[in-house]
């Protein structure tokens, strides 16, 4: 598929709008997630389509704690809809790269970007290798504790960066496979609206910062 026809089909799925702990910035977002996903005929939930409880959270997060992103060069891992990358950019940040494995999400972040003129990198899955080398100060990543396999891969990646210095803060809803005895809490939200995405209209949500 071309990237004119992933553009066309991300642009035909969602309208523009906001998340609401992050009115700071515009997404494209879809307004009902089965429909969306039956209409992409994809194994996995379109995730760039939707404003995660995870990322809503790193990115309030990151927006009222500008001090961890100011003057640095970021890492959006598993961006999604590219939220969190944003955010970071609203809050300072030098650089952010948006890194994803699916074509869409890498497609819906580019289009974010611009509908909030900001400019970001976005490359393919750097966990796998697809990505440039990794060049970053801070590591974001917002709901990656969701499935076994992604989770293993995820914090193989984030134990490598920490181990050279690299400030990793992960924003999760209390998934499985959160490494609990490996993060630090450091603030609770409550993320409304979320009946759709978790079942449920609140979802608490924690942001940690990877030990």
Known sequence: MTERELDDQVTSWTTPGTAPLVPEVTLLLADDIHRTWSET???APPFWAFAWAGGQALSRFVLDRPELVV??????????????????L?????SVVASDHDARARV???R???LNGLTVDVVGDLMTGEGPELDVDVILAGDVFYEQPMARLMLEFLDEATGVGIEVYVGDPGR?????????ALANYDVPDTTDLEGRSVTPTTVHRLR
């Open 41 to 43: 005929d994809e194994a």
């Open 108 to 110: 819906a972040t580019a």
């Open 176 to 184: 499985e496979y959160l490494p609990r005895r490996r993060v630090e």
């Open 90 to 94: 609203r809050a300072g940040a030098a």
């Open 112 to 114: 974010n970007a611009a």
């Open 71 to 88: 003057g640095k060069k970021v890492l959006d891992l598993a961006s999604g809809s590219g939220i969190v990358g944003l955010a970071a």
